[in-house]
């Protein structure tokens, strides 16, 4: 009598937990496609701000990374396609592509001089001089990150070098290592390094720091000076263009 009492007991629990399963199967998909519904809502919403506001998105950059950030929110990319639904109602599609061509023709006459390192703000500013006064759109910092983004699909010959509260644009072919960002950053201010600074400041060996000041020449990123006073000096120049 006890053992048929188990049985059933422990029938009766698998019934309700299979019961609760069903249940919390049913609830999830409910709330799934409440939110899916919910977010068609707010899809459809932000297209008409988009179309509201589509000379201010147009024109003022703050307002135009506000509105990135607001569509980044719901998963929505207007800059996935340069033709695309974002892209004919707002344009915007196309004024990033355009952007990161122009950003390239800069990178391209510049490098001769930089090495192919240039900071951002100082691209920027060459690129309000470059577009004149026949494209009206201000363009602002996180418009040039943005465009340099996408110009990933290039490969990896643009990249984004964090220096401290300034970026550094590398558009030569070639990816950085740890090591090689370590002595950009220590010269920056400077626009020079030493093998002593790299092994007093870094605590390197002497081959570690050589190996990276060799790329960093082979690549063309680095000058050498040997009219320093008792050392010779390894230069960016896109670190000091701007001096």
């Known amino acids: 009598m006890h053992r048929r009492t188990g049985v059933g007991a422990i029938q009766k629990q698998k019934l309700a937990q299979a019961k609760y399963k069903d249940k ?18 707010f899809r459809d919403k932000l297209g008409e701000f988009a179309s509201k506001y589509k000379t201010e998105i147009k024109k003022d950059p703050q307002f135009r990374r506000q509105f990135q950030e607001m569509c980044a929110s719901i998963g929505v990319d207007p800059l996935a396609s340069g033709k695309g639904f974002w892209s004919e109602m ?14 390239i023709e800069v990178c391209l006459a510049t490098s001769h001089r930089n090495g192919g390192l240039i900071y951002l703000d100082e ?6 001089q470059s ?14 990150l943005r465009a340099i983004k996408k110009l990933k699909v290039l490969g990896n010959g643009f990249t984004v070098i ?4 300034r970026h550094l644009v590398q558009s030569i072919p070639g990816e950085l290592s740890m090591d090689h960002t370590n002595v950009l950053q220590l010269a920056e201010g400077t626009g020079n390094v030493s093998l002593d600074t790299i092994r007093d400041r870094l605590g390197w060996q002497e081959d570690r720091a050589m190996r990276v000041l060799d790329f960093l020449i082979t690549e063309g990123l680095v000058w050498v000076d040997d009219q320093a006073a008792g050392k010779r000096l390894y230069w960016f120049p896109g670190l000091v263009a701007e001096m």
């Open 24 to 41: 919390g199967n049913e609830l999830a998909e409910d709330q799934l496609s409440q939110m899916s519904k919910q977010l068609l809502v």
């Open 162 to 165: 964090p220096m401290g509260f």
């Open 123 to 128: 691209l920027r500013q060459k690129l309000i």
């Open 90 to 103: 707002l344009g915007v599609g196309d004024f990033y592509y355009e952007l990161g061509v122009q950003i």
């Open 131 to 144: 577009r004149g006064r026949t494209q009206s759109q201000d363009i602002s910092l996180d418009d040039l």
